[in-house]
């Protein structure tokens, strides 16, 4: 009888193990899944954010006549941060893989405009660099998943 009680013990022991086990791995999983969507929303906002300080300094560039290169730097800017936050708030697959060109775009944003020496640029040269942060993050989070293998 002792052993039948030894027995069923070390049964339940296994098993409490084992479902724990299974929990914090589950949990684990649960954590890095909502931190990629904090991540991502975090990164929709800021790519909202920095489209519209360019916008604004794109129509304060092309009043000075600015040269086609640069306007093009900002509208390439502005695009992929509309694109980028886009697939972000659906949550789309390709999302992760469009940030790490979101954050290449507003770098070379920011630079175009810093080179300007122009204080009316000053805002979009900030959320250029916030923005390619939190893009940089987001491709992070992801942990470089190629979502099209």
């Not at 509309?82 to 697939?87: G, R």
């Not at 290449?104 to 300007?116: F, I, L, M």
């Amino acid at each position: 009888m002792k052993s039948f009680y030894f027995t069923a013990v070390l049964a339940l022991a296994f098993a409490f193990l084992t479902i724990t086990s299974a929990f914090a791995g589950n949990a684990a999983s649960t954590s890095t899944k909502l931190a990629e969507k904090s991540a991502h929303a975090t990164c929709a906002t800021e790519c909202n954010k920095c489209a519209e300080a360019c916008e604004k300094a794109l129509a304060h560039l092309q009043s000075k006549g600015a040269s086609e290169a640069t306007v093009n730097v900002l509208k390439d800017c502005i695009t992929l941060c509309k694109t980028s936050a886009d697939l972000k708030s659906r949550g789309s697959e390709l999302s992760a893989k469009l940030a790490s060109a979101c954050a290449e775009a507003c770098k070379k944003c920011a630079k175009v405009c810093a080179d300007q020496k122009d204080e009316a640029l000053k805002d979009c040269i900030e959320q250029c660099n916030v923005c390619a942060d939190a893009c940089t993050n987001t491709a992070k989070a992801s942990g470089g998943k190629d979502c099209c293998k």
